[in-house]
């Protein structure tokens, strides 16, 4: 349950100039915490984002890109910085599992980072469990995979 009202939940494509602000704001974010030498998953044409509006802000977004039959990744979840602590992830996370429940996507994954402990928190609340690190992360010692098989029910 958010705190706020004039929540809005959008489907939008990579090339959005909202999504490009959120997803560069992110790696910037990114960049700050763990460098500049990360591993950069870049952003495929079939990843479907879903942006998140307050008041008409863009304020958040989710991608979900499908990898392969039934399973599909979650991509480049943000919320900006000062629109957290409201649970707008937790918004963004569930209409990203409806969704690909909708495109017959019946396990996500997804990776974070050590740092990162309120995703990880979120993620784990989520019923998401920790999995092996899946390329280009199998390599990187910050890198966290979890996945989560998805049901109707949610």
Do not use: N
């Not at 990744?73 to 629109?83: D, F, G, L, N």
């Not at 890198?143 to 109707?152: D, H, P, R, V, Y």
């Amino acid at each position: 349950m958010t705190l706020i009202d004039e929540v809005e939940l959008r489907p939008a494509v990579t090339t959005d100039p909202d999504i490009v602000t959120l997803t560069t704001a992110q790696q910037a974010e990114l960049a700050g915490i763990y460098g500049d030498d990360q591993p950069l998953a870049g952003l495929h044409t079939d990843i479907q984002f879903i942006l998140l509006l307050v008041g008409g802000t863009p304020v958040g977004c989710v991608g979900l890109q499908p990898v392969a039959p039934g399973l599909g990744e979650i991509k480049r979840m943000y919320v900006e910085p000062a629109s957290r602590g409201w649970g707008l992830s937790r918004l963004l996370l569930a209409e990203a599992e409806a969704k690909a429940l909708h495109l017959g996507l019946t396990r996500l994954r997804l990776e974070t980072g050590t740092a990162q402990r309120e995703a990880v928190s979120l993620y784990t609340h989520r019923g998401y469990t920790p999995t092996p690190p899946y390329p280009p992360f199998e390599h990187e010692p910050a890198s966290l995979c979890f996945a989560k098989e998805l049901t109707q029910a949610g």
